[in-house]
T-cell receptor, first 114, second 109 residues
Framework: IAGITQAPTSQILAAGRRMTLRCTQD?????MYWYRQDLGLGLRLIHY???????GKGEVPDGYSVSRANTDDFPLTLASAVPSQTSVYFC?????????????FGPGTRLTVL | GQNIDQPTEMTATEGAIVQINCTYQ??????LFWYQQHAGEAPTFLSY??LDGLEEKGRFSSFLSRSKGYSYLLLKELQMKDSASYLC??????????WGAGTKLIIKP
């Protein structure tokens, strides 16, 4: 693994189904983030984690949950998908001091909820 | 409230110079980031400013005025590959990034 990876690359999901988006980084970054990106809108923070074992809510957390059992992995779960959750989801990670706050992004997961 | 404003779209000619502006109003300030995002790809880091002034990095430069809540990204000697969206983001008092909607830059031959 080099950097940050996400799986799956894309997914079509029926409304009401449960879905987990996976994210793994090998940079030993403390902080990790989940964003959604919709046309015409900026990246919006869903949830974040400043260090393993802790998580926090971002701007648009409803309908999503996360866990951070270790430094490398930060899965995002949609408990019961709805069409408004159709979006491109980006996972990112960063250090936690000075310019190391630069966020590195995974390639994204394109999710369609029908 | 927190707000980041940048133009939706700009057009420029190959070989020319373009300046993309960004204004911000956020709770606290810990630095201003610029990212580049090609269509269908992830954002990639371009620059970080935490002090006032101009930071030059090759063909790209970024400027910050904290008193004015203003930044710009300057791209020189434009190439076709510079066609992308440019995202401005402010790091707030909680060290979270607040993102603008992005400026789509179209380069014409």
């Amino acid at each position: 693994i080099a950097g940050i990876t996400q799986a799956p690359t894309s997914q079509i999901l029926a409304a009401g189904r449960r879905m987990t988006l996976r994210c793994t980084q090998d940079m030993r970054h403390n902080a990790m983030y989940w964003y959604r990106q919709d046309l015409g809108l900026g990246l919006r923070l869903i949830h974040y984690s400043n260090t393993a074992g802790t998580t926090g809510k971002g701007e648009v957390p409803d309908g999503y949950s996360v866990s951070r059992a270790n430094t490398d992995d930060f899965p995002l779960t949609l408990a019961s998908a709805v069409p408004s959750q159709t979006s491109v989801y980006f996972c990112a990670s960063s250090g936690t001091s000075g310019s190391s706050h630069e966020q590195f992004f995974g390639p994204g997961t394109r999710l369609t909820v029908l | 409230g927190q707000n980041i404003d940048q133009p939706t779209e700009m057009t420029a000619t190959e070989g020319a110079i373009v300046q993309i502006n960004c204004t911000y109003q956020t709770s606290g300030f810990n630095g201003l980031f610029w990212y580049q995002q090609h269509a269908g790809e992830a954002p990639t880091f371009l620059s970080y400013n935490v002090l006032d002034g101009l930071e030059e990095k090759g063909r790209f430069s970024s400027f910050l005025s904290r008193s004015k809540g203003y930044s710009y990204l300057l791209l020189k000697e434009l190439q076709m590959k510079d066609s992308a969206s440019y995202l401005c983001a402010n790091m707030d008092s909680n060290y979270q990034l607040i993102w603008g909607a992005g400026t789509k830059l179209i380069i014409k031959p």
